[in-house]
Nanobody
């Protein structure tokens, strides 16, 4: 089992940047594929980025390509989401998720593919 704790959210002006972090408990972080999701008020949760166990495979939603970068540091049990050129429509609660998998190079997109979730961190972008 793994516990996930997100941090790094906040209030930022449009055009600014944030780096979200998701720290995982346990010794087997490298056994988990990781993902970032977001949920805006009144909207369903949506995938924004995902990364494989090895970090060699990544996925980005079309709406964030070129602005979001997902990365991981298996030695620090942490996955990151660098968010640049923030837009008001990026305002949401951002969640990280983990999936235990035998596949080192597979990233997962759907929320129902993940086993564990963090509590979320709020990102608010002012115009």
């Amino acid at each position: 089992q793994v516990q996930l704790v997100e941090s790094g959210g906040g209030l930022v002006q449009a055009g600014g940047s944030l780096r979200l972090s998701c720290a995982a408990s346990g010794r087997t972080f490298s056994s988990y594929a990781m993902g970032w999701f977001r949920q805006a008020p009144g909207k369903e949760r949506a995938s924004v980025a995902a990364i494989s166990r090895s970090g060699g495979s990544t996925y980005y939603a079309d709406s964030v390509k070129g602005r979001f970068t997902i990365s991981r540091d298996n030695a620090k049990n942490t996955v990151y989401l660098q968010i640049d050129s923030l837009k008001p429509e990026d305002t949401a609660v951002y969640y990280c998720a983990a999936r235990l998998t035998n596949y080192r190079t597979t990233s997962y997109v759907r929320g129902d593919e993940y086993d564990y979730w963090g509590q979320g961190t709020q990102v608010t972008v002012s115009s």
